[in-house]
C-alpha cells in the first residue's frame, strides 16, 4: 500500500494535470495511460458546522490534497441531521471523481439511527488519516471529580450530558457508559463540537465527551476539567494530557476510538480513488501532517483504499454492537 511508486505516480499525474485534462471531462478523467487527473476544484464536503473537530480534519485534508496535487480543494460546510444533510448531498453526486467529504465515525453510526438512504457501502472509502478518542470534560466549578461521580450521580438523580448527533461518538461513548453502569444519562442535542463546547461552557449541560483538541485550550485555561479519557490508554505522548486517567482506570471498562479521515462518492473511478488515496499518502509524509496530528492530540493510524474497506466492515460490525444493533 505504501509506495513511493505509487505517490511519485500520482503527483507526476498532478504535475502534468493540464495536458490530461484535454483529455478529461469536466469532473476530471483518466488518459491513456491509465492516470486520473482532476478537471477544476475539487470539493471536500464537511457533513457539520464549522467549529468542530470534523470541520478540523476536512480542511486539514483539504490543505493536504492541494499541496499534494495543486488542485484547488473547495470546502463545504453542507450540516444538519447529525451529518445525514452532508451525506445525503455525497449519495446525489453519484459517479463524482471529485467531490469528497470528511468522514468519521458518523458514516457508520448514522445508517443505524435514522432512516436514510446510504449505509457505509454506498460510497468510496478513500482514506483513514489518524484516530483520536474522547475525554469527558466538566465546568471548572462542576462538583465532579471523577467519571465514577458522574456515573454515581446519574444513579441517585440526573446527569445533563451534550450530544453531538444520534448516534454520535459522544453519544456511542454515553451508550457504552450506560450499558457497562446500568445509569442513564439525559440528553441535550447539538449540531457539532463546536456547539456543544458552547452549550458546556454556557451552563446548559453538565458533562460533554470531546476530542482533545477540541478542548484543550479550555483545559490550559481552567475554563474545563477532564475527568477521563474515554481511551485504551492515557494520553501519555502529549505531556499536558498525560495525567487524565482512564475510564477503565476509574471502574468503568469503557474505551471507543474514532477514526477521521475522507470517502468518494459512490461509483468513483479506480483511477480516481488511487489519485486521491496517493495524494492523502503523500501528505502523511510532511511536516504539515505532524502538526496537525499533533496540535489534534490524535494518533497517526493510516490506511488506504482496500485496506480501508477492510477495516470500516470490521468498524461498523463493532458499532452495531456496541450500541445494540
Same mark, same amino acid.
Given at each position: 500500500?505504501?509506495t513511493?511508486?505509487?505517490?511519485?505516480? +500520482?503527483?507526476?499525474?498532478?504535475?502534468?494535470?493540464?495536458?490530461?485534462?484535454?483529455?478529461?471531462a469536466d469532473?476530471?478523467?483518466?488518459?491513456?495511460?491509465?492516470?486520473?487527473?482532476?478537471?477544476?476544484?475539487?470539493s471536500?464536503?464537511?457533513?457539520f458546522?464549522?467549529?468542530?473537530?470534523s470541520?478540523?480534519?476536512?480542511r486539514a485534508?483539504?490543505?493536504?490534497?492541494?499541496?499534494a496535487?495543486?488542485t484547488?480543494?473547495?470546502?463545504?460546510?453542507?450540516?444538519g441531521?447529525s451529518g445525514? =444533510?452532508?451525506?445525503?448531498?455525497?449519495?446525489?453526486? &453519484? *459517479?463524482?471523481?471529485q467531490?469528497?467529504?470528511?468522514a468519521?465515525?458518523?458514516?457508520?453510526?448514522?445508517?443505524?439511527s435514522?432512516?436514510v438512504?446510504?449505509?457505509?457501502?454506498s460510497?468510496?472509502?478513500?482514506?483513514?488519516?489518524g484516530?483520536?478518542?474522547?475525554?469527558l470534560? =466538566?465546568p471548572?466549578?462542576?462538583?465532579f471529580?471523577?467519571?465514577?461521580?458522574?456515573?454515581t450521580?446519574?444513579g441517585a438523580?440526573?446527569?445533563v450530558?451534550?450530544?453531538?448527533?444520534? /448516534?454520535?461518538?459522544?453519544? /456511542?461513548?454515553?451508550?457504552?457508559?450506560?450499558?457497562?453502569t446500568? =445509569?442513564?444519562?439525559?440528553?441535550?442535542?447539538?449540531?457539532?463540537?463546536?456547539?456543544?463546547l458552547?452549550g458546556?461552557?454556557?451552563?446548559?449541560?453538565?458533562?460533554?465527551?470531546?476530542?482533545?483538541? %477540541?478542548?484543550?485550550?479550555?483545559?490550559e485555561?481552567?475554563d474545563?476539567?477532564?475527568l477521563?479519557? =474515554?481511551?485504551?490508554?492515557?494520553?501519555?505522548?502529549?505531556?499536558?494530557?498525560?495525567?487524565?486517567p482512564?475510564?477503565?482506570?476509574q *471502574?468503568i471498562?469503557?474505551?471507543?476510538?474514532?477514526?477521521?479521515?475522507?470517502? !468518494?462518492?459512490? !461509483?468513483?473511478?479506480?483511477?480516481?480513488?488511487?489519485?486521491?488515496?496517493?495524494?492523502?499518502?503523500?501528505?502523511?509524509?510532511?511536516? &504539515?501532517y505532524? %502538526?496537525?496530528?499533533?496540535?489534534?492530540?490524535?494518533?497517526?493510524?493510516? +490506511?488506504? !483504499?482496500e485496506?480501508?474497506?477492510?477495516y470500516?466492515?470490521?468498524?461498523?460490525?463493532?458499532?452495531?454492537?456496541?450500541?445494540?444493533?
Amino acid at each position: 500500500m505504501k509506495t513511493s511508486t505509487r505517490i511519485a505516480a +500520482a503527483l507526476s499525474a498532478a504535475a502534468l494535470g493540464v495536458g490530461l485534462t484535454a483529455c478529461a471531462a469536466d469532473q476530471g478523467g483518466t488518459s491513456a495511460d491509465g492516470s486520473f487527473a482532476p478537471s477544476g476544484d475539487a470539493s471536500m464536503i464537511v457533513p457539520f458546522s464549522a467549529g468542530g473537530g470534523s470541520d478540523a480534519s476536512g480542511r486539514a485534508i483539504a490543505a493536504g490534497l492541494e499541496a499534494a496535487t495543486g488542485t484547488n480543494v473547495v470546502v463545504e460546510n453542507r450540516e444538519g441531521g447529525s451529518g445525514a =444533510v452532508g451525506y445525503s448531498y455525497l449519495l446525489s453526486q &453519484e *459517479g463524482d471523481d471529485q467531490t469528497l467529504l470528511a468522514a468519521e465515525t458518523s458514516l457508520s453510526s448514522i445508517p443505524l439511527s435514522q432512516d436514510v438512504d446510504f449505509t457505509a457501502t454506498s460510497f468510496t472509502p478513500v482514506a483513514k488519516i489518524g484516530e483520536d478518542a474522547t475525554l469527558l470534560v =466538566v465546568p471548572a466549578s462542576s462538583p465532579f471529580q471523577t467519571c465514577s461521580d458522574v456515573t454515581t450521580a446519574a444513579g441517585a438523580g440526573s446527569v445533563v450530558v451534550a450530544v453531538s448527533g444520534a /448516534v454520535s461518538l459522544d453519544e /456511542v461513548v454515553f451508550r457504552l457508559i450506560e450499558t457497562e453502569t446500568g =445509569v442513564t444519562f439525559d440528553r441535550v442535542p447539538y449540531e457539532s463540537g463546536g456547539e456543544v463546547l458552547t452549550g458546556l461552557l454556557g451552563g446548559q449541560v453538565q458533562v460533554a465527551s470531546l476530542n482533545p483538541g %477540541e478542548v484543550v485550550g479550555q483545559l490550559e485555561s481552567g475554563d474545563l476539567r477532564a475527568l477521563c479519557a =474515554v481511551a485504551e490508554e492515557r494520553y501519555t505522548d502529549y505531556p499536558e494530557l498525560a495525567d487524565i486517567p482512564t475510564a477503565t482506570e476509574q *471502574g468503568i471498562d469503557v474505551a471507543f476510538t474514532q477514526w477521521r479521515g475522507f470517502i !468518494g462518492a459512490g !461509483g468513483m473511478s479506480p483511477e480516481a480513488r488511487t489519485y486521491w488515496a496517493d495524494a492523502a499518502e503523500a501528505w502523511t509524509q510532511t511536516p &504539515e501532517y505532524e %502538526e496537525y496530528i499533533s496540535s489534534n492530540y490524535m494518533q497517526p493510524v493510516t +490506511a488506504y !483504499g482496500e485496506e480501508l474497506d477492510a477495516y470500516l466492515a470490521e468498524y461498523d460490525a463493532q458499532l452495531a454492537t456496541a450500541i445494540g444493533r
